[in-house]
């Protein structure tokens, strides 16, 4: 990740900015606030605002359910409690603010999730910036051929070579006839004097998947927690897991005691199906159950001693 | 409005915690920050949180038009155009969150604005509190006889007073009512030793539709804005404009800048449609047009005539 | 519940009206279309509309997968897979409306649920109609002792004999203050030809929470899910229950292959976390671990040997 | 457009499968019902489902308002009262489903419109169609000078060839490239039976973005004028704009009166700021009134007198 000298003196000056103030705040995401964590090759995640702090969760649940939640008498407890039962609208009441630096194609997985504010870049306006995103040999997979949204073995060289090749060329050749098109360099110098460029909203359609985008990107707690449960998950494409992570160490460094929670309760939990929860049943009891007797598919009954560890059962 | 010991030693203790923080900040409003701002007779409004000011939205444009917004060179001209032209992403960079005290059949309009998070004081978990609201007597206005949700002249004495009897009477037998079949008193103390209560989910079911709740209400500004175009509205139930007129104030100390151009584009102006532009143009040339040859209707022409003041042009 | 002439008139009118159309359909939900389904003593619930059937999940589910949904060579294999890995959006193709008559405070607790359209009826514009919830002598329970929102015992028969007495005299007294202040009966009579009345919008304001409201709500088929998971279970408070149970029997005749699924999946199934996750396998192999053990608190490991039905190791 | 015989079997079948429902149905509508409409030079949108029609607005509303709409007796004038106040709910009552085929670029405006529900195809589990959009000679615009996010001039022959050569050959080749790293041809035709191909979800990176891809998108009616009245206007980009424009002749086959009313009070309308206002009384008044004294910038000025056709005010 490069920045532009314009962009690290923007974030110098963000860092250096202070006030005081009476809203709770956050003191181990201040430490990195503003600043531009490398994501992929030219892509960052900066936290650029945020509202509330663990005890926010509290505060709500504790409007909520009045003198009813005397009993559990520390935070944590409460917020464990909240996590367990899928109470979720303390969650809502924390919020963050991301500017993110992300390739197009991993832009149009994102914005799937709806519940949150976007600005993007918008290149009917402006000109997109000279990058694009080229994967790492080790991140050269094959297509699955169990999975059909999986990856397989890693290519072997050669065919690595090649791919990365074809990649960059492609990604090259087609920005420079976007700038061709346009009649302007991505610098803003006008390519022919006598000649006017083709609209930025049309010229923008010849570029690649893989240019990078940026966005404002602005979400409550509970839906960051939703995006995250589904794309730091080890079925997401690797690219986008890239950023979840790097959000997931952000998470901790904003509310610590939900991070906890949400690592124990969503990322390390399972989901047990009615049909499972009889088999589990019967495991500990020791009896004797195959997949057979199970009116279980091959499939989900993979999932499941999967998802206990039971490597021994699965077939 | 009557704060118990512990919500006056609370708003204190928030008022006087201070921190450093590198977030942009919005001055006007940490002076009023916690402050338990009263409404009615029972109810308030306290901002609570917030995120983002006015150079928050500027910021977020700036991303999304790029080099493209150089041209607009004052923050407040930009967010002129962007309220003018309804680009309505910039304005949900900000959030607020609200402590709220309301009656009920408030909080029942209220909730009608779905795009926001709420977490409300629980009946079935806890008691609520001996308050309900009563208006005052130059409130007590009659059905309309033209408007089927509109109010109409103020009842004469006798019978406001009767009104009010009505209310206060029955809101304090119900309430009586509530703690005896709750067996206990709204202060904790048990009625009968002997007995058990009803569950608190069901005893509540007795209560009057203006006993007073409270929720802690969060928002984004976009949303906080369509709420108050419609709430501060004339034509909004005069209790819920009560609220709406106070979060106004909140608005212009939060966002002096956006304040001023709501103002001016949404509460202040008005729509006209494509019949009533071509009548409006027809009395811009001087051209005598009579409701019969405009094709609107009665109620429609008024409508339009009033928009414009135009006092004389009236049937 | 009692329909008036007119409502039981529109029914019919409703149900004889047949076109043909080429839209998909689903033939037992017809078979109930606009029907009355009775609940609690005044209200109910009538399916007025729908679109889409279980084939439309399908549908929209390979479209998004394409050629890769080949394998998956069955539409009930297909729609089980979806459910299991929470793939949410084809299960947004499909909708549903309802009409439904309910007291007020559990249509307070059903508007939590945003992401529905409704339209309430208004009184603000017209008068309530006069019907109040009267729980029968069996739901009367006690305010439970261990669960803050939950109910005990069922009361004694004095104790619970004086609680509707109660119930039913305040309600009535409200009403009939409520016609007092409004100067006009329910069915419109005007009480005192020389009054006017208080505005309805104010005088709505002595009912009690148990007075019946009546609303339109549509939604998509996940949303009714989610709605369903809550609302169908156990926590969930009797009166809202209620209303869920039914609309799970309109589920089935609706999409049946889903109705199955999420039996299976959702509401007959469990989340086990992290540590749970551990317990269970430790379980599984025969080894000896108590709660001391295992990092779960007494609630917490009781809720897991419940999921399990482990009877013998609560504690 | 030209449809895979594959499609237009499907078409053929749903076109000719006929049931009978006691739904409210909409004629016009059902004639064109799954027809593939087409667009821009391989794009198609189609009406694939469809609940409620004007009637549904009008009930619902009767619903909220109850006696209270007694007085509006024509449905017609009822659903303009609602356009005109802006009672949104009873717009939601209706909903609608397309399925669509657009370029990428054209697909990442629209999802922007948040409150709907999309099954995009997915090219993680399957391969894209060799199908990309290029311009017709005479949309072949340049940039705008004064606006800078619209277009120009046309542009001149050879220039306008040039680009349409480089769009042609970029998307050519690189789409070429993306066979060749998936070793699969787009039928299915497998390059070299030596080789595995690259993962799927990574390939599709290096396609342009006027790459064809398809979706289901469903949407309520008062979402759907939300989107049209951005999208069918003259500051839309003009390729989702001849897609806004054949779903607004699906809009007035379905609710022809609601079509009525959009046209007259959203897209025919403008809206007035509180300063306008002022301005246009003064002119209706015969007052002479310049920019410069009407506190309007030049822009601002421009806009309200395009807005009321006065040509003669522009400077």
Same mark, same amino acid.
């Given at each position: 990740m490069k920045l532009t000298k314009e !962009?690290? !003196?923007e974030i110098k000056d963000q860092q250096s900015q202070a006030s005081t103030t009476k809203r709770v705040n956050s003191p181990e995401l201040e430490e990195i606030l503003y600043e531009a964590l490398p994501i992929l090759d030219h892509g960052f995640i900066?936290?650029?605002?945020?509202?509330?702090n663990?005890? &926010?969760i509290v505060q709500a649940a504790r409007v909520s359910y009045g003198k009813g939640t005397k009993k559990v008498n520390t935070d944590s407890g409460l917020i464990k409690y909240l996590m367990r039962h899928w109470h979720s609208t303390p969650f809502e009441m924390c919020e963050i603010k991301y500017h993110i630096k992300l390739p197009i194609f991993i832009a149009r997985q994102w914005i799937r999730h709806r519940t949150a504010n976007v600005n993007e870049y918008s290149a009917r306006y402006s000109i997109l910036d000279k990058e694009f995103y080229l994967p790492k040999t080790e991140n050269l997979a094959?297509?699955?051929? &169990?999975?059909?949204?999986?990856?397989? /073995?890693?290519? $072997?060289? /050669?065919?690595?070579?090649k791919v990365l090749d074809l990649l960059k060329g492609d990604a090259e050749r087609t920005y420079s006839n976007y700038e061709e098109m346009l009649n302007e360099r991505y610098d803003g110098t006008i390519i022919d004097e006598n000649k006017i460029g083709?609209?930025? $909203?049309?010229?923008?359609?010849?570029?690649?998947?893989n240019t990078y985008t940026q966005w404002y990107w602005?979400?409550?707690?509970?839906?960051?927690?939703?995006?995250?449960?589904?794309?730091a998950d080890h079925h997401a494409?690797? $690219?986008i897991r890239a950023y979840a992570d790097v959000m997931?160490?952000?998470l901790k460094k904003w509310v610590p005691t939900t991070y906890e929670a949400f690592m124990d309760y969503r990322v390390g939990g399972t989901e047990v199906s009615a049909k499972g929860k009889s088999i589990i049943q019967k495991l500990i009891k020791g009896d004797d159950i195959s997949m057979e007797d199970s009116g279980l598919s091959k499939r989900e009954w993979n999932e499941l001693m999967e998802a206990f560890d039971l490597k021994s059962k699965l077939i």
């Open positions: !962009q690290a !003196q900066r936290v650029v605002d945020y509202m509330g663990d005890t &926010s094959a297509q699955s051929q &169990s999975n059909r949204q999986g990856r397989g /073995d890693i290519l $072997e060289g /050669d065919q690595a070579k083709l609209a930025r $909203e049309l010229a923008r359609m010849n570029l690649t998947l602005k979400t409550d707690l509970l839906n960051l927690m939703n995006f995250l449960r589904l794309r494409q690797y $690219e997931l160490d952000t």
